[in-house]
């Protein structure tokens, strides 16, 4: 979504918003080449790692050639490389794409080509085809037919070329959480937790969001994964009221869980605390449901080995 607002910087540069983000942060140079800043804000920051899904899918449609810079923007044409890769001569970083045209008609200035650029990239220049009919530069998207930036396809492209790097690839069967014969919500609850993506006290100070660490339903301990789901008090009684004295296979346990989460929310935002006889009833039911599931044992990955030490400590706090 945040890579859709830098969308429309690009197509609408004479808003108001562009042209005060402009002044502020890239007053002498383009927005992919804008630096993040002294003291950005949290706007421009989350616009400023934005783009770089842009980059991987932007092209610019020649029109006069007059606003695209041959070594800073993404023109040429082909998914691979959209980039005049450096290094190149001297000469050639000052140019703008009109400058390897003809001067009376739109087509490429073959022998000044050549002479300006190696011949690989040469021929990929004179590859890159103009149409008479484009009149004005224009910044396109090529993931869609339209050339209109979707979140759908930055979604695609980001999960095609950042998630699939190292970089941001995390080891192990993630797949196996989907794949479980388990309620979506359950499936959900649990890729969270292993992804430390639950808004906990605890988490949320990490993220710098300034808030008390204590937990909001007992206000004894931290706030984190592991005294939402065992060591609240709230938590523990209803594990006690629900009868819970073996060690609870891994999808069951999930649904039981869901009951602890929301009733964390429900005491946050509603300032409800149901009574562990009503927690009971609801750990039943999920208890019956949960059981006719399947238990995975063979799952591996960072943070599995804390899901199932969780699981067996339950049967030290129950």
């Given at each position: ?23 502020r ?5 383009s ?8 003291n ?23 029109g ?16 691979a ?6 290094p ?26 050549r002479?300006?650029?190696?011949r ?10 103009l149409v ?7 910044v396109v ?62 988490r ?15 206000d ?44 964390r ?25 949960g ?6 044992r ?21």
């Open positions: 979504m945040v890579a859709k607002q830098v969308w429309n910087i690009l197509q609408n540069p004479n808003s108001l918003v562009a042209k005060l983000i402009k002044v942060y890239f007053p002498r140079s927005l992919f080449e804008a630096p993040l800043g002294y950005p804000s949290f706007a421009w920051r989350s616009m400023w790692q934005a783009r770089q899904i842009l980059s991987l899918g932007c092209r610019w449609w020649i006069s050639g007059d606003n695209i810079r041959v070594m800073h923007d993404p023109w040429l044409r082909g998914s490389n959209r980039w005049v890769l450096s190149q001569p001297a000469g050639v970083y000052q140019l703008s794409v009109r400058d390897l045209l003809h001067d009376n008609y739109k087509t490429w200035n073959i022998v000044k080509v002479n300006l650029f190696s690989d990239v040469a021929e990929k220049i004179l590859e890159t085809p008479s009919s484009v009149r004005e530069d224009k998207w090529d993931e869609e037919r339209n050339g209109c930036y979707s979140v759908k396809s930055g979604y695609k492209l980001a999960m095609r070329y950042l998630i699939g790097s190292d970089k941001y690839h995390v080891i192990g069967n993630w797949n196996g959480i989907w794949k479980a014969q388990a309620p979506h919500k359950a499936r959900h609850l649990l890729w969270r937790l292993c992804r430390g993506c639950l808004p906990t006290r605890s949320l100070l990490e993220r710098r969001v300034e808030c008390t660490l204590n937990c909001p339903v007992c004894e301990e931290i706030e984190d994964e592991f005294h939402i789901f065992f060591r609240c008090a709230v938590t523990q009684d209803s594990w006690s009221a629900a009868a819970m004295k073996v060690v609870i296979q891994l999808v069951e346990w999930l649904c039981y869980s869901g009951a602890f989460w929301q009733n929310n429900d005491k946050l935002w509603n300032d409800n605390v149901p009574m562990p006889r009503k927690l009971e009833d609801t750990l039943l039911m999920l208890g019956m449901i059981s006719q599931y399947i238990s995975y063979d799952l591996e990955g960072p943070r599995w080995d804390c899901v199932f030490a969780i699981i067996v400590v339950t049967s030290w706090l129950i």
